[in-house]
């Protein structure tokens, strides 16, 4: 089993709607995780990160951890043409510095 | 602005040959890392570097090697390519201890 798993759609929303993605983890001993936002042909970058449980919010973008669940979520709001692109969490899995990143979802926003 | 270069965009390589992919990072950054990406498996950590002359196998090394001989440069080699390592090759930077790694543009990779 994965350590991070993700759907990997694609998901195609209409101009405005709200985005929805979500991973899920099977290690109880993780605390922080990440979002990271992929354009075609380029490298990813990081969008978000939080912390443990709770919400963190970024201007049209939010994320979440439910720990209790080990399920942590992307929403984007007002989604724009210029949002598509494939998204993918992550969290480290060492003192290093390494990542375990989920598949990635692909998102496109249609106008 | 943290900057990561790769060698090249795309490559075309034939089977058995060796191949060179070089990655440069101009911030200072101890560690660097080798992915390679394939739809519906994400970002596999091939490499890792925590400083020069230093590597750690990832979750897929098995065909490849790599060499730091300078901070800002890490290289991954194939020995001799095969047709099932054709794939998008990403290269990554951080600074050592922190989670947030800095991306290259990637490599698309085809070996016939």
């Known amino acids: 089993q994965k350590e991070v798993e993700q759907d990997p759609g694609p998901l195609s929303v209409p101009e405005g709607a709200i985005v929805s993605l979500n991973c899920t983890y099977s290690?109880?001993?993780?605390?922080?995780f990440m979002w990271y936002r992929q354009y075609s042909r380029k490298g990813p970058e990081l969008l978000m990160y939080?912390?443990?449980?709770g919400n963190k919010e970024d201007g049209r973008f939010t994320a979440q951890v439910d720990k209790s669940s080990k399920y942590i979520s992307l929403f984007i709001r007002d989604s724009q043409p210029s949002d598509s692109a494939t998204y993918l969490c992550?969290?480290?899995?060492?003192?290093?510095?390494?990542?375990?990143f989920g598949a990635g979802t692909q998102v496109v926003v249609t106008p | 602005d943290v900057k990561v270069t790769q060698s090249s965009r795309y490559l075309v390589k034939r089977t058995g040959e060796k191949v060179f992919l070089e990655c440069v990072q101009d911030?200072?950054?101890?560690?660097m890392f080798w992915y390679r990406q394939d739809p519906g498996l994400g970002l596999r950590l091939i490499y890792f570097?925590?400083?020069?002359?230093?590597?750690e196998k990832g979750d897929i090394p098995e065909g490849y090697s790599v060499s730091r001989e300078k901070k800002e440069r890490f290289s991954l080699i194939l020995e001799s390519a095969s047709t099932n390592q054709t794939s998008m090759y990403l290269c990554?930077?951080?600074?050592?201890?922190?989670?947030?790694?800095?991306f290259g543009p990637g490599t698309r990779l085809l070996v016939l």
């Open positions: 939080t912390y443990s449980s």
């Open positions: 290690n109880s001993a993780f605390q922080y």
């Open positions: 990554a930077s951080s600074l050592v201890g922190r989670e947030t790694q800095y």
């Open positions: 992550a969290t480290p899995t060492d003192s290093w510095g390494k990542l375990q």
């Open positions: 570097s925590y400083d020069v002359k230093m590597k």
């Open positions: 911030m200072d950054h101890e560690n």
